[in-house]
């Protein structure tokens, strides 16, 4: 599982860390997983391996699992020259593993690439301290909710000295954050990624939640993706995803398209938008029903909401509003670009 052969290979000339982090195959929803390398000044970030029997990604007999460099940045935790380095799985033989989502959504994107596709995602999360989420007074519930949205005051925002230290090294990484607001449920919070190209808001969105999970450990707190962290009147937790094309940018009749064309392919789209969707897509707490599919002006209650400007400008952007928290954004982006782009350029709107 250790590495010590190729730290003797790189010798002692030690310059900085690389912490390499990747996603695992953990079923329904996968999980972030990292360690480090050390590096000496100049090298290049190399291939590196891993354990894929104590990540559900390989058979003990087999275990061996390969981490290609996709994504790099400042390591705002460590400071100086240190890096995060984000990868992609591969075999031994260098093919895409098959818990490699990004390979899929790589295939998509270059194909529709002219007709210029980008996102902004909305991510939702829940801050969780001794078992339950954080604010919640021991053993029993706080208020109801109405005043924690966007709220300000000890006695309706928890954890946001969390939330300004995740944004701080967000910012630090140079990560394409664009925003951060308390949500509807105590000790739930939201931050932005974007706009950006399929692969770009995907690969910063889950460099973002490592930072999240990294940041939070420094204050005890862990913060979860979970889509229906309270069961009841409490709202759950998504990742709205903002999208537009080149022809939706500049032309009301594309997105009309682009919504019509999510109506079709509803169910593969519910099945890849994240575990347990059916308990937060519940027609209440600003969902609609997972079983049927809406689109509508200014409607949050709706599968996909068009914004009022779209509507004056006769241009702009739509919302999905269905992905859940716990989303993989290389499977959304890739759905949603496959049924969109599809549609508009058989629509001749591209």
Known sequence: MGS??????EGTNVSYKAEYIWIDGTEPTARLRSKTKIL????ELPLWGFDGSSTNQAAGERSDCVLKPVFVCPDPIRGGDHKLVFC?????????????????????????????PIFGIEQEYTFFKDGRPYGFPSGGFPAPQGFYYCGVGADEVFGRDIVEAHLDACLAAGLEISGI????????????????????VADQLWVARWLLYRVAEDYDVAATLDPKPVKGDWNGAGAHTNFSTEAM?????PIITACES???????????YGAEIEHRLTGLHETAPWSEYSYGVSDRGASVRIPWQAEI???GYIEDRRPNANCDPY??????????CTALEKAGQV
Not at 184 to 200: C, K, R, T, Y
């Open 4 to 9: 010590g052969r190729h730290a003797a290979e």
């Open 40 to 43: 000496p000044d100049g090298a």
């Open 88 to 116: 992609e799985v591969l075999l031994t033989d260098l093919s895409p593993h098959p818990t490699n989502t990004r390979a899929r959504l790589s295939a998509v994107a270059e194909r529709f690439a002219d007709q210029k």
């Open 181 to 200: 607001n308390a949500e509807v449920m105590p000790g739930q919070w939201e931050f932005q990624v974007g706009p950006l190209s399929a692969l770009d």
């Open 249 to 253: 940018r500049t032309g009301w009749d």
């Open 262 to 272: 999510l109506r079709e392919r509803r169910q593969e789209h519910i099945d890849g």
């Open 313 to 315: 400008d006769k241009r």
């Open 331 to 340: 499977v959304v982006t890739r759905l949603i670009i496959e049924t969109c």
